[in-house]
């Protein structure tokens, strides 16, 4: 939450997977999917720069 109460955190999903995004006030956030047959973590610093982690 936000000093003014806007939410950075996001659920979902669906029969097909899921997911969830967590996000700091920069910019930066984490997101975890996953789907049939895959999952991934992605992580995003506030310069833009992303790392994909899939297993």
């Known amino acids: 939450m936000t000093a003014e109460g806007g939410a950075h955190v996001k659920l979902g999903a ?3 997977g899921g ?3 967590i996000g700091g006030e920069s ?3 984490i997101q ?3 789907a049939v047959g895959e999952s991934t973590l992605r992580l995003i610093n ?3 720069t992303e790392r994909l982690i899939k297993p």
Do not use: D, F, I, P
Request: charged content about 5%; glycine content about 26%.
């Open 27 to 29: 910019g930066t956030y």
């Open 46 to 48: 506030k310069g833009g």
């Open 14 to 16: 669906s029969q097909s």
């Open 19 to 21: 997911g969830l995004v």
């Open 32 to 34: 975890v999917l996953a």
